[in-house]
Nanobody
Framework: QVQLVESGGGLVQAGGSLRLSCAAS????????MGWYRQAPGKQRELVAT???????NAADSVKCRFTISRDNAKNTVYLQMNSLKPEDTAVYYC?????????WGQGTQVTVSS
């Protein structure tokens, strides 16, 4: 089992920045990829960014030039640095950890960007 706890969400004005953190605990040896998804009201959950255990990253085109995903393996923590935030980035952001057998999800953290 893997437990994920997100933090760092909040209310920010357009153009501002936030950094989300996801602290993982449990059977981390089975985890290959960690990342962030988001879900806006009335929309499906969508990929934001992922990072492998080797440090390779992937990000959605809509955030690629503004968001940066990173990880601290010693702390089992993944970060999402979000810059130049837009109102359309408003969503609940979920941390995920993927193993060969299943995906784990955090409880989510709300990010609200005001115009």
């Amino acid at each position: 089992q893997v437990q994920l706890v997100e933090s760092g969400g909040g209310l920010v004005q357009a153009g501002g920045s936030l950094r989300l953190s996801c602290a993982a605990s449990g059977s981390m040896f089975s985890i290959n990829v960690m990342g962030w998804y988001r879900q806006a009201p009335g929309k499906q959950r969508e990929l934001v960014a992922t990072i492998t255990s080797a440090g390779s990253t992937n990000a959605a085109d809509s955030v690629k030039c503004r968001f940066t995903i990173s990880r601290d393996n010693a702390k089992n923590t993944v970060y999402l640095q979000m810059n130049s935030l837009k109102p359309e980035d408003t969503a609940v952001y979920y941390c995920t950890a993927k193993s060969t057998y299943r995906d784990y999800w955090g409880q989510g953290t709300q990010v609200t960007v005001s115009s």
